[in-house]
């Protein structure tokens, strides 16, 4: 790939405004064409293929105390990414590398080439794995039902957000331990159906009028996988079960409200003596190679089917992560943003 073909201008979107609450808008972000930079010693011009969308990214955009600063407005909006480098200044990555990092909603990123890694993808696999199953919410599933959740052989394992990502992820493993009961939790019949042909033994739609009572009828439950807090975590607590652990892993339904949901059932924490814990998958980098194993593992004996949704083109980025919102997708959300002249890519 000659540098000469490379692009002097580069699309991106950058945040425009800070949402105070509720949902991002049409005006939230905006989109711009400025020159691509120059590229100096130690650094890399990547092309960027796929754009990850993430629940997270909602929260980037607040001001606060998080686990990473807010986006700056003006920036590019933060965004893992995977791409192919096509000019690189420093030794370790040369052009044609595939590579993942924190690219941005754009079509070209330039930094150092310590801030990104470089991937290969195992023959008959797929690019845009990187960013999924072996990526930040495969990683996610396999710590936080592992490490966090400390998974048991016969768990009655409850996973909200089911039909996501990571709670997709999650429901297999559960599945493919020995003698777990596992209810999933997500917001459509289609997803829930999905969930059942998987092999989930009770499949609940939060969304149901009687919803109350049908989790209920479950029964006590030894593993929480909380992808959503509120409401659905207050009756979880309700009904945990002595030793049981919850793994605080995301809280969806909070990240747009203006205030969240209160939790009246915490003290059952105390009483049943369970362990209720939050993390964060980046701190969490040395399980990886043994996580990308497993799930590979997984794979390959038939037990984990990964599904992406995939839309085209940066301007789909703000619609799709407002559908995620919505609940439109099943698995991994992620953007393709530009064809990749050096692969023939199966998404
Ligand atoms: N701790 C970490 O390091 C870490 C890493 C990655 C992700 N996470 C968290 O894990 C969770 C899942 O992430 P993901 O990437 O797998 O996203 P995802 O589940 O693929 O997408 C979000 C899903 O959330 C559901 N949802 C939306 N609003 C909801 C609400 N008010 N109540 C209940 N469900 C709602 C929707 O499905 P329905 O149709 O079912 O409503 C939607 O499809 C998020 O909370 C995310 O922040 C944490």
Known sequence: MSSSSVSTKNTRIVLNERPKAGPITDTTFRTETVDVPEVKDGEVLVKVVYTSLDPTQRGWINEGRSYLPPVDIGAPMRAGGIGRVLVSKDDSLKAGDLVQGMFS????????????????????????????????????????????????????????GAAGAVGLTCTQIALAHPKCKVTVIAGNPEKLEYLKKLGAHNVLNYKDADFKQQFKNVGLIDLYYDNVGGAILDQALSQIAPYARIVACGAISAYN???????????????????????IIMDHADRYVDGIKYLAGLQKEGKLEYQYHVTEGLDTCVGTLQDMFAGRNVGKTVVKIARDEDRNSKL
């Open 257 to 279: 409200a203006t205030k969240p949901e209160p939790i009246y059932n915490y003290f059952n924490v105390i009483s049943m003596k369970a362990t209720w814990k939050g993390f």
């Open 105 to 160: 909603w754009q079509e070209y990123y330039v930094g150092s080439a310590k801030s990104m890694q470089k991937k290969q993808t195992p023959e008959g696999g797929r690019d845009v794995d990187h960013l999924g199953l072996f990526g930040m919410t495969g990683l996610t599933a396999y710590v936080g039902m592992f490490d966090i959740g400390q998974i048991k052989d016969g768990d009655h394992v409850v996973i909200s």
